[in-house]
């Protein structure tokens, strides 16, 4: 009987990381109502298990406890801070650029590794707010938002038994796919002692004989740490030191609050080791429109875009000139920015208020906070799971919770308000419930 996998389906929820199997799965523990090729699926994905598990993964969980506090309480309206989508759509001369090229007839075609105008609007944007100066023909290629992009650079590197290390908690994408590899993660904890900084200094030698990726995203997600220069010099060292490529996650960078947004490459020495992965979605409203750019080494760019091409044909031309224009125009970041740090100020303030440790963060719109230890009517949270279904199901307050490292609760800035007025008055509704709540920390 092979080893029981805990699958309910691989559906990739934007914070899930999948649960790697290693099934020893074979023909023989396929059941009568199985498909004839239940015993044909990849180990990578749960072997001859796929498909059959119980467990239910974080989000599917909220999801049911919302439905719960919405049919328990038809009339109480739900505060969600659980979303980790930008509100907004893109910016309207954005969606103009985009509606005069979707009817051009060069747009129609294959868009293979990317048109001209949107590598050199990419370079502009990198020289005029980091400057950070890239050959675009050479340095920058686009890539169907930068989810796919860590799904492909694995393949640049890992063989069987090679290491990324990536920090945790975090966006699993590049962790995932280099198991798929055969490769191996290993987890860089992002602790509040260390200032949600990965402890570089604690990593075993033959570790970092074996790592061939380092993956970093600075302004951090979750935690909304941002980190400085002298990390990212000191990461430059270490890579040419133990000889690993750097791969530092941008997606949030737009929505840096404390200074001015700070890309790796700026750092002296980063082309050498790395690349740097820009993503539209968040900084700019265009999460569906699926942009982004990887840039840094030639080399690195170049085998990046060599399995791409084997990977998928390009974004579709039109969206690609309508991200240059948006690329061109530093007030649209400036002012998706300004809306996200009125609304953490916010936020931070009224968390404050109820009893919860936290502060502005350097970036991002999560708010990454410790979770409640139970409430003063003498409930118990072992974990930010617990406390995230209480505040769901007994107050409609939705939160996100991460316990991979410490028991944390995340708050996400993207809920739908239209007005600051609105707003003001989700945080004055969110007080009174989490008074209500009486929750308090160990
Ligand atoms: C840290 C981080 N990196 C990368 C991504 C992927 O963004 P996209 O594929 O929309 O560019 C996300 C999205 O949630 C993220 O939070």
Known sequence: MGKQFNFVGLRFDHFHQFRLPMSTATK????????????????RIGGADYGKGTEIYKFEKIKRAKRKALADHPDRKLLDFGI????????????????????????????DNGVAEYKAAAARFMQRNFGVKLDPATQINHCI???PAYAMLPACFI???????MTVPGYPVAGTHTRYYGGEVFKLPLLAENGFLPDLDSIPDDVYRRTKLMVLNYPNSPTGTTCSPEF??????????????VV?????????????????????????????????????DMIGWRMGFVCGHERIVSAFSDVKDNSDSGQFIATQKA????????SIPQRINAKYRRRMEKLVATLKECGFECEMPGGTYFLYTKSPSGTKSGETFAA????????????????????DAGSYLRFSVTYVADTEAEEDALMAETKQRLGDAGLVWA
């Open 248 to 284: 530092q996650d941008a997606a949030h960078i737009m929505l840096t609050f404390d200074g001015k947004p700070r890309s790796f490459l700026e750092t002296p020495g980063a082309m050498d080791v790395g690349v740097e992965v820009h993503s539209m979605s968040k900084g700019y």
């Open 323 to 330: 991200a240059a224009a948006a690329l061109d125009d530093d």
């Open 232 to 245: 990212f010099e000191k990461v430059v060292a270490l890579a040419k030191e133990k000889e690993f490529v």
């Open 84 to 111: 980790g989508e930008n509100d907004a759509m893109a910016d309207e001369s954005v969606r103009k650029v985009m509606g005069d090229e979707v009817n051009k007839v060069e747009n129609r075609g294959y868009a």
């Open 384 to 403: 930010g799971e617990d406390a995230t279904r209480h505040l769901i199901e007994q107050f409609g307050i939705v939160t996100v919770p991460w316990d």
């Open 145 to 147: 938002g930068s989810k």
């Open 28 to 43: 023989d523990n396929a059941s009568a109502t199985d498909p004839y090729f239940q015993s044909l699926f990849a180990d």
């Open 159 to 165: 063989n069987p038994g090679d290491i990324t290390m």
